[in-house]
Each structure stands twice: as C-alpha cells, then as structure tokens.
C-alpha cells in the first residue's frame, strides 16, 4: 500500500501529459502511486501513458471506454485509490521534485488531515506566484476564504488524508465538469479535519485555451451545471 496516491484524469492531453508524468516520477518521495484515468482521448494520450506504466509498476492506467467527463474521471481515480493521502496532478501541468515528501513531512509533523501550499501559474511565457495562506486554520474559515475567492478551489495543492473521502462518503458530483473540485474540497472542510498550510509552492498551474481534461460544454449546459453546483452547495450549509 503506497503512502500517497497521484491522480491524474487526462482528455486529449497528448501534447503535454509526458512532461507532467516525468515530473512525478522523480519525486524525492518514492512511496507513491500514479493513477491516471484516460477519458475516451483520440489523439494518443492513451498509448503515452500506457508507456510509461510499463516501464513503471507505480502508474496505474484505467481507461474510460466513452467520456465521462472529469468529475466522475476523478471519481473513478479516487475509488482506485489505496494511498493513506491523496492529491491530485492535471495532466496539463507539472510539479516540482520535492512537491509529495515537503507536503508528506508536515502532514506527518501535525497530523493534518489536509495541507494547502502555494502554487506558480504559468500564462504566456510569465511565472505567477500565488500566496495560499488561509486566514484561519479552522476549517470554517478555509470554507469562507475558498468562497470568497481569496483561495484557489483546486485539488492539486492539497494533500488530503484519503480517510476523509472513505469515512464520510464525499464524492465527486456527477455531470459536474465545472468547480467539482472546489465543491469536493467544501466538503471535505465540512467534515471539520485538522488543517495545516505549508507556504511554499511546487505546483505549476499552466494556463492554455483549451484545458486537456475536460470536453467544452455548450453554454446551456454551463448554466444547469452552474445551478446544480450552487444548490448543492448550499445545501451543505
């Protein structure tokens, strides 16, 4: 059983998914797993990463036989999932070497159940860097900060104790490509875990025109979407 699990969800993302893949696989932390759901692509992302499992026993590769879009990718992911944390890696960016054993060595320091750090975004040739740091720790507080924007409502500058997910029964929404993240970290917070922030950044979160791992939804669709996220959202409080 690894320590963390890596998911990774990728559509069409042939261009850019090796670059991501090599940037994990020399972690200074090596007691990982890569698991990466194929989204029904077209264009050979399917045959990179079967690839590179082979030369690796840590990738997993599960592939969708039709598109699911990248909430239930993520959900497949996480149910596939047999690490003690979890974090998530799009397959259109990359991260840092010592990204899993700096988040690992300050959720094992405080028992966190999840650890938000900073994160560089990468737009037209400029590096951005982007500070994280909740104005509280308490939880509550985490949820208010993500609401109001001040925090980024991704999964991939968060390691999260996998435990949280399997006790709780959290989710990713079905037929929600659109904030499912930041819905799935809401109620995560909700379940009241201790939270530790680490100011420092390892993610790089490149900014393209069309993201790799989602399909382009009409504008209808957008717009129910928006509606059944906000619902629910609400309900949780």
Known sequence: MPEISVIMCAYNAGRYIARSIDSLLVQTFRDFELII????????T???CRRYASRDRR???LHNDSNRGVSMSRQRATDAATGRYTIHADADDYVDP????????????????MVICDYYEERGGETIYHSQQPTMLAPRQVITDLLSGRLHGSCWNKLVAR???VDNGIRFPEGINCLEDLFVCLRL????????????????????ENNSITTTASTRDDMEQDKRLYDMTVALF
């Open 37 to 44: 759901v194929d989204d029904c692509s077209t264009d050979g």
């Open 46 to 48: 399917l045959e990179t």
């Open 59 to 61: 990738i997993i590769v």
């Open 98 to 113: 010592d990204m899993l054993q700096r988040l690992h060595d300050k959720a094992a320091e405080t028992g966190a159940g």
């Open 163 to 165: 435990n949280l997910y």
């Open 189 to 208: 917070l909700n379940c009241n875990p201790v939270v530790d922030y680490l100011p420092a950044a390892f993610y790089h979160y490149v900014r393209i």
